[in-house]
């Protein structure tokens, strides 16, 4: 239990805890109400610790734990657009003419707020370029080499198996690749859940790596700027996706009806379990995103502020 809590809070507080759990409890088991709690604490105190809640730590920090909430997000948003595309896929053949007006803003939009959103973070990994190499030169790839072999690791994998994938789909009839085949339909999913936890792991060995490196108060502002920035990209995203959302369904709902991954959550028509899905993983994304995007904006403030001072 606790593990919930930072190392250097368990180094501190750690064997106060473990005698008052052991006072309070004896040898019976901890009550799952404890243990939430305890759990809730715990995690609040990484945050804090992160910089992500709290005062405890400087404006800088707080501003990269913005940020780092902020790319967070946009991982969410590459798994829910990928999601969104595969399902979006022709859906111009089915449309009439005249009805693709409103969609095909909408949908254009999307496309082109991710393209927008790919340049700002990769404008954000070539700011971050000099802060990295400072730090292999200073402490070597020890504190950095789990997550990178993680993530290349597991980006390989993914990799490999979608390659696979896109062979065997080759000599595939269009049947069987839409659910004639169930065991290419199971494989789908597995690459789909490789690609997945790619993006995971790339994204927690980014964050893990960021937060290690020695970077600049001009630096981090940038930082700062673009992930509000993102933040408002994500926001178009969103408001595109809705928006096709809706116009299809009142000018094409064939295009929903026949999209893939129908028949798990859908209660009508309109209501697709993917893009139920889509929507949820966007939200709650984008909800991160504004927290982050928050963050930057006072750490901002209070680092202008103090300087003022000066």
Not at 27 to 55: C, H, M, N, Q, Y
Not at 73 to 78: D, L, N, V
Not at 98 to 104: E, P
Request: hydrophobic residues 55%; charged residues 15%.
């Amino acid at each position: 239990m606790l593990g919930w809590y930072p190392p250097s809070w368990r180094a501190r507080y750690g064997d106060e805890m473990i005698a008052l759990l052991e006072d309070t409890h004896g040898t019976s088991d901890v009550p799952f109400r404890d243990r939430l709690s305890i759990a809730k604490a715990g995690v609040g105190e990484r945050a804090r610790l992160a910089g992500v809640l709290g005062d405890s730590t400087g404006p800088n920090e707080r501003l990269r734990a913005g940020a780092l909430l902020v790319l967070c997000a946009w991982s969410m948003f590459i798994v829910a657009g990928s999601i969104f595309a595969k399902f979006s896929e022709g859906w111009r053949l089915v449309t009439p003419i005249a009805d693709r007006g409103l969609s095909n803003d909408a949908y254009s939009a999307v496309v082109w707020g991710s393209a927008v959103g790919v340049a700002i973070v990769v404008a954000a990994a070539f700011v971050i370029i000099p802060g990295f190499i400072r730090l292999v030169r200073k402490a070597g790839w020890a504190p950095i080499r789990s997550p990178m072999l993680r993530a290349m690791v597991v980006g390989a994998a993914a990799v490999a198996l979608t390659a696979g994938l896109i062979v065997w789909a080759h000599h595939l009839s269009y049947h069987d690749r839409n659910g004639g085949l169930v065991i290419y339909g199971w494989f789908f999913l597995l690459c789909c859940l490789a690609i997945v936890a790619a993006i995971a792991t790339s994204t927690a060995a980014a964050v893990s790596v960021t937060r290690r490196l020695d970077l600049s108060q001009r630096t981090l502002r940038a930082l700062g700027a673009m992930a509000v920035g993102l933040t408002l990209i994500m926001t178009v995203i969103v408001a595109g996706t809705l928006t096709w959302w809706a116009a299809i369904a009142t000018d094409a709902p064939r295009v929903l009806r026949n999209g893939i991954g129908n028949g798990v959550l859908v209660t009508s028509d309109i209501l697709p379990s993917t893009l139920v899905i889509v929507g949820v993983f966007m939200l709650i994304g984008l909800g991160i995103a504004a927290l982050g995007a928050v963050r930057v904006t006072e750490s901002l403030r209070s680092s202008i502020s103090s300087h003022r001072r000066r």
